[in-house]
């Protein structure tokens, strides 16, 4: 087994008391002294710092115009990059020749590049991806030097306002460029919690002092993967490698609002990105699965792995599931066939031998709070 | 009290022992959140697992120490499952069971054992 990596954080992370696991191939705090519960509570009630610096930071710099840099990506993405102003983000998915989804990111406008983050888990694959799919004009660069935070919730802006000057300009999915104290931050409006926030990537070596300066605020507590998890799946987010991969379509992960009209059939750059003409297709006919949220009837989480039932006939399963802190109850998302996906369908999940009914419902679970 | 390696804990009321889960036990589980307990007057052997505990993280079970009949179990865990963190030496055992052989109970660990193997 390959040695483990650490983030820039990880010292900080050990003095703060964190429970640290083994996390796409870095040790990262799971928990703190909070515990999963109040720290997820914390977050939508005040503001959470997570460290992503484990995540991919990649720059795609264009010999020319950032168009160029646009038009390559888009022959790996169903995404319209090229309409991406600057300024701007948005969600995108690396598709495969099958249709199935290799990873998903992020990707900016940044003027003269894009900047694109990917999955830690998936960042060695899609960086080799880019390099082969892009091509010459195009330069694939991994940006090892830089730590990325996230800092989430309702009193997110109020604490990072006081570093950083002009941040509450910012709109959901706006990114720009700003200096602390002489270090570059580039930070965007956006977050994996359904809550507003920042998620900040910062030079390697002020990435702890960063971290520290927002701790060291009232409203603002370290919070671990536990709680980002939780957090996500309320939010109605995907997890990569277990609500999407290669065996998931756009389509049946419910993902086509990824895939704007100018990439669809009919569109002024249609298709051009792996697995077109399936995705075309079922965008069109729809997906004979489609994933959906799940409220269980009782209180019994029903987690990832848990078989979905329609009387004897075997429909889906749940994808991730667990305790939501925000509503109190269990929630899960699952595929199921198309014909049970409608919302308020009632289903059996087979929980320890015993089936137990749970309701088709809409996500997200919780409405997000962005500041459009 | 007696300990189980299972980090059970359990108090000897005559013929009928209460059983829970060590403070130890319920800082490993982390935020309890679901728990499902056995029916009353169920027979069960040392080691069926009777009681399913699910915290914030995972699912886990929870054995019958030694053999006998559930004679009383806490209701007030299902609607408050938080107390196993909160209290899990007093408020929140799990149940309570009359013992078929009390002499299964000489093999558990008092609390000075139980300590030394948690470290």
Same mark, same amino acid.
């Given at each position: 087994?390959?040695?483990?990596?650490?983030t820039p954080?990880?010292?900080?992370? %050990?003095?703060?008391?964190?429970?640290?696991?083994?996390f796409a191939?870095y040790?990262m705090?799971?928990?703190?002294?909070?515990?999963?519960?109040?720290?997820?509570?914390?977050?939508?009630?005040?503001?959470?710092?997570f460290d992503v610096s484990h995540m991919g930071q990649v720059r795609l710099v264009?010999?020319?115009?950032?168009?160029?840099a646009a038009?390559?990506l888009?022959?790996l993405v169903?995404v319209?990059v090229?309409?991406l102003?600057?300024g701007r983000q948005r969600y995108a998915l690396f598709?495969?020749?099958? &249709?199935?989804i290799l990873d998903d990111l992020m990707v900016a406008n940044r003027?003269?590049h894009l900047f694109v983050v990917v999955n830690a888990a998936c960042k060695d694959d899609d960086i080799?991806h880019m390099?082969?799919?892009?091509?010459?004009?195009?330069?694939v660069e991994p940006v090892t030097d830089r730590g990325l935070l996230a800092l989430q919730?309702?009193?997110?802006?109020?604490?990072?306002?006081?570093?950083?000057?002009?941040?509450?300009?910012?709109?959901f999915m706006d990114v720009a460029t700003?200096?602390?104290? *002489?270090?570059?931050l580039w930070i965007s409006r956006s977050g994996y919690t359904?809550?507003?926030g920042f998620e900040i990537s910062v030079p390697e070596?002020?990435t702890?002092?960063?971290?520290?300066?927002?701790?060291?605020?009232?409203?603002?507590?370290?919070?671990?993967?536990?709680?980002r998890?939780?957090?996500r799946?309320?939010?109605?987010m995907c997890l990569y490698g277990?609500?999407i991969?290669?065996?998931?379509?756009?389509?049946?992960?419910?993902?086509?609002?990824a895939?704007?009209?100018?990439?669809?059939?009919?569109?002024?750059?249609? &298709?051009?990105?792996? &697995?077109?003409?399936?995705?075309?297709?079922?965008? +069109? %006919?729809?997906?004979?699965?489609?994933?959906?949220?799940?409220?269980?009837?009782?209180?019994?989480?029903?987690?990832? &792995?848990?078989?979905?039932?329609?009387?004897?006939?075997?429909? *889906?399963?749940? %994808? @991730?599931?667990?305790?939501?802190? @925000?509503? +109190?109850?269990?929630? @899960?998302?699952?595929?199921?066939?198309?014909?049970?996906?409608?919302? *308020?369908?009632?289903? +059996?999940?087979?929980?320890?031998?015993?089936?137990?009914?749970?309701?088709?419902?809409?996500?997200?679970?919780?409405? @997000?709070?962005?500041?459009? | 009290?007696?300990?189980?390696?299972?980090?059970?804990?359990?108090?000897?009321?005559?013929?009928?022992?209460?059983?829970?889960?060590?403070?130890?036990?319920?800082?490993?589980?982390?935020?309890?959140? #679901?728990?499902?307990?056995?029916?009353?007057?169920?027979?069960?052997?040392?080691?069926?697992?009777?009681?399913?505990?699910?915290?914030?993280?995972?699912?886990?079970?929870?054995?019958?120490?030694?053999?006998?009949?559930?004679?009383?179990?806490?209701?007030?865990?299902?609607?408050?499952?938080?107390?196993?963190?909160?209290?899990?030496?007093?408020?929140?055992? #799990? #149940?309570?069971?009359?013992?078929?052989?009390?002499?299964?109970?000489?093999? #558990?660990?008092?609390?000075?054992?139980?300590?030394?193997?948690?470290?």
């Open positions: 087994m390959p040695e483990l990596k650490r954080l990880y010292d900080l992370h %050990t003095s703060l008391g964190a429970k640290i696991v083994p191939g040790e705090p799971v928990q703190y002294g909070l515990g999963v519960l109040k720290e997820h509570l914390w977050t939508r009630q005040h503001a959470g710092l264009p010999e020319g115009s950032v168009a160029d038009l390559a888009e022959t169903p319209d090229l309409g102003k600057e598709t495969d020749d099958e &249709g199935g003027g003269d080799a390099q082969a799919g892009l091509g010459g004009p195009v330069s919730g309702p009193e997110a802006e109020a604490a990072l306002a006081r570093l950083v000057q002009g941040v509450g300009h910012m709109r700003f200096d602390w104290e *002489g270090a570059e359904g809550e507003d070596g002020r702890v002092g960063l971290a520290e300066a927002l701790l060291a605020m009232d409203e603002v507590e370290a919070i671990g993967l536990g709680a998890d939780s957090l799946l309320e939010a109605g277990h609500d991969d290669r065996t998931t379509s756009p389509v049946e992960a419910a993902l086509e609002w895939i704007q009209k100018v990439r669809r059939r009919g569109g002024d750059r249609a &298709g051009g990105f792996p &697995g077109a003409d399936p995705i075309l297709q079922e965008l +069109e %006919t729809g997906a004979s699965r489609r994933r959906v949220g799940l409220l269980p009837d009782g209180r019994a989480p029903m987690r990832e &792995g848990t078989e979905l039932f329609a009387g004897d006939t075997r429909i *889906g399963s749940v %994808t @991730s599931g667990g305790f939501a802190p @925000s509503l +109190e109850r269990p929630v @899960s998302m699952g595929y199921v066939s198309t014909d049970h996906a409608a919302t *308020g369908t009632g289903v +059996e999940a087979e929980v320890r031998g015993k089936r137990l009914p749970a309701t088709v419902a809409d996500l997200p679970f919780r409405p @997000s709070t962005y500041k459009r | 009290m007696k300990y189980t390696e299972d980090h059970e804990w359990l108090r000897v009321d005559g013929d009928v022992v209460v059983v829970g889960i060590t403070e130890h036990a319920a800082e490993q589980l982390g935020d309890v959140v #679901f728990i499902e307990l056995p029916e009353t007057e169920t027979q069960v052997a040392k080691g069926d697992d009777i009681v399913v505990i699910e915290s914030v993280k995972a699912a886990s079970d929870i054995a019958a120490p030694v053999d006998g009949e559930i004679v009383e179990v806490n209701v007030d865990l299902a609607d408050n499952p938080g107390l196993v963190n909160e209290d899990p030496l007093g408020a929140a055992w #799990f #149940f309570k069971m009359k013992v078929t052989d009390m002499e299964q109970l000489d093999t #558990f660990m008092s609390e000075d054992e139980y300590k030394d193997m948690i470290g």
